[in-house]
């Protein structure tokens, strides 16, 4: 009788809390869990890991970020990397998602705090097709990672032993899929800048896995319906999706080319510095694979990936950033306001007042988090001024790949100190989670305030 109590006090209590918090917890707990296996003997394959470096690598999996404190490589045995390979599955389409599968699979109901959570990231979809939707999402997902498998795997096959190049091409299809950006390589894709076939595959993997699971599962909606002879347009996020990507990534190739022609990319043929302009810019968003050198790279290239990774990838997606729709969103409050006009419209559609307000919200939410992290950053990391001041945007670099779960880094990441560590352990966890909360806490529904007070002018511009 006494258990049964406790049990439903557990239950009532469980039911008070938002699901926002759930899902945070549920990552911490993902990281924590994570932390302990990697930090057994049977996980290392070179010394035994520290408490704190396997703290950072399993946030760092589960938050699909892809910084590293020691190489992943030498450092982790079989063991090691699986954990990596299935922390980096279950951040990349969200814990949450699979606890929803899980009681779809069987066939269970789905509750509230189920309902919201998966709005929330696919918010997108409209809440009747939630069960469609993960269903789609799973199935795409295995599809598009055991396809990239196969062909790594044949890319690799003749330089290591089959079982290798398949573990290999898994754990790298799956890792660029999810946009983590984790690799068996120090230098990542470096050594492979003139593989097409590597390049390409890498590249579609992030780019689909970057695009969002509502924009793909829309796709698949649109097949279903061009059988049965309907007509199916695109709704409006997938067009700004579509639109805001393709524009980065062609802009961002082209500033890395014109930037880096006569440097960086100087010893390759044309199609090898097209190609890994290209791979760059697709990558910088979120992904944190590289075929370049960053550290090489000039202040201007840097700059430009540096706006890369904290715009990211699309929401429901993979990856991290501020989101693509968020940008174009951003822009176009920025139109409206120039030229008078009182809302903000894209295609002849109007956006609601909501999801402008969210967008302002985020936006300036997320630059002050990469702030008061580089500040941190600056002050734990000590040494002389004129040291700090040299590394300024080293740090930078490392606060907006975190926050942004991209991975790349000027190669700062392992001689951080523990507190170092730490900052950056937070901002891959914000960046990650942190914004769900957000956008629950400005757009939650408040009582209704019926009065305002008189208007008063400020000087402003």
């Known amino acids: 009788m006494v258990r049964s109590n406790r049990k439903k006090t557990a239950r009532r209590l469980l039911q008070r809390v938002h699901p926002a918090y759930l899902i945070i917890f549920s990552y911490l707990s993902a990281a924590l869990i994570g932390m302990i296996l990697l930090a057994l003997p049977q996980a290392s394959a070179a010394g035994r890991l520290s408490l704190v470096d396997a703290f950072f690598t399993a946030t760092s999996a589960i938050c699909v970020t892809g910084l590293i404190v020691v190489d992943t490589g030498t ?46 990231t696919f918010s997108a979809a409209p809440i009747k097709e939630v069960g469609g939707l993960i269903k789609s999402i799973f199935l795409f997902t295995f599809i598009a990672e055991a396809l990239g498998a196969l062909l790594l795997y044949i890319h690799w096959k003749g330089e290591m ?3 290798s190049a398949l573990f290999a091409g898994l754990f790298h299809s799956v890792s660029a899929f999810c946009n983590a950006g984790f690799s068996f390589y120090s230098t ?16 579609a993997l992030i780019v689909i896995g970057g695009l969002g699971f509502p924009v793909i599962y829309e796709f698949i909606t649109r097949l279903k319906y061009r059988k049965s002879g ?10 700004m999706v579509l639109t805001t ?49 960053i550290p090489s790279l000039g202040a201007a290239t840097l700059f ?32 409206s306001k120039i030229k008078g006009m009182r809302y903000v419209s894209y295609w002849k559609r109007t956006l609601p007042e909501e999801t402008v307000s969210r967008v302002l919200a985020i936006f300036i939410l997320a630059v002050l988090t990469v702030s008061a992290g580089l500040l941190v950053l600056l002050v734990t990391q000590g040494g002389p001024n004129e040291s700090i001041r040299e590394y300024f945007l080293t740090y930078l670099f490392e606060a907006v790949s975190a926050f942004a779960t ?14 170092g560590k730490f900052v950056i352990i937070v901002l891959m966890l914000l960046g990650r989670v942190g914004l769900l909360t957000v956008a629950y806490v400005v757009t939650r529904r408040k009582k209704k305030i019926t009065y ?3 208007e008063e002018r400020v000087m402003i511009g």
Request: hydrophobic share 50%; with cysteine; glycine share 12%.
């Open 161 to 163: 032993g089959c079982s």
């Open 245 to 293: 990507s393709f524009f980065l990534i062609v802009s961002g190739a082209v500033s890395i080319y014109l930037l880096e022609r006569n440097s960086g990319l100087a010893a390759l043929s044309l199609n090898g510095k097209i190609l890994a302009a290209f791979f760059q810019s697709v990558t910088a968003r979120t992904a944190g694979f590289n075929t370049l050198n």
């Open 406 to 419: 991209v991975g790349l880094s000027m190669g700062i990441t392992s001689s951080l100190t523990i507190s």
């Open 230 to 239: 309907k007509r199916f347009i695109l709704s409006l996020h997938t067009r």
């Open 452 to 454: 305002k007070y008189a």
């Open 188 to 203: 990542s894709f470096n050594v492979y800048n003139n593989s097409w076939l590597l390049n390409i595959v890498i590249m």
């Open 75 to 120: 450092q982790f045995s079989i063991f090691g990397k699986s954990v990596i390979l299935v922390l980096i599955q279950l951040g990349g389409l969200g814990i949450m998602t699979f606890s929803v599968f899980l009681f779809l699979f069987l066939g269970r109901r789905l509750g509230i705090k189920g309902r919201w959570a998966i709005t929330e």
């Open 304 to 335: 430009i990936i540096l706006m890369l990774m904290f715009i990211g990838a699309s929401p429901g997606s993979c990856g991290g950033g501020i989101k693509t729709t968020t940008l174009a969103v951003f822009f176009g409050i920025m139109k």
